[in-house]
């Protein structure tokens, strides 16, 4: 069974920075694409960074570019989230996922979130 645990949430300044990670057990991150999600309260849940294993390209959402940067670390299979420039409104619960078969069809495997608070 895949695993995904979330790490590196907590409180900052805005203005600041934070590094969120995700480890995979259970399969190799190779091949797959990975994504960090995020949730407001009250609001739907959002893709912030989505992670190609193709070309190792990557995406943003427009609310997010030039803050955040997603990579991968295939060798400790985990993926990290670098986001500068926090704002108050990055504070949500934020989430990795994995892809089996591509974003277009969804992820199939979810971790358990980690809070972000960016105070003003």
């Known amino acids: 069974q895949v695993q995904l645990v979330e790490s590196g949430g907590g409180l900052v300044q805005a203005g600041g920075s934070l590094r969120l990670s995700c480890a995979a057990s259970?399969?190799?991150?190779?091949?797959?694409?990975m994504g960090w999600f995020r949730q407001a309260p009250g609001k739907e849940r959002e893709v912030v960074a989505t992670?190609?294993?193709?070309?190792?390209?990557?995406d943003y959402a427009d609310s997010v570019k030039g803050r955040f940067t997603i990579s991968r670390d295939s060798a400790k299979n985990t993926v990290y989230l670098q986001m500068d420039s926090l704002k108050p409104e990055d504070t949500a619960v934020y989430y990795c996922?994995?892809?089996?078969?591509?974003?277009?069809?969804?992820?199939?495997?979810w971790g358990q979130g980690t809070q972000v608070t960016v105070s003003s």
């Open positions: 996922a994995l892809s089996i078969r591509g974003a277009a069809w969804g992820y199939d495997y």
């Open positions: 259970g399969r190799t991150i190779r091949g797959y694409v």
């Open positions: 992670s190609y294993w193709s070309g190792g390209s990557t």
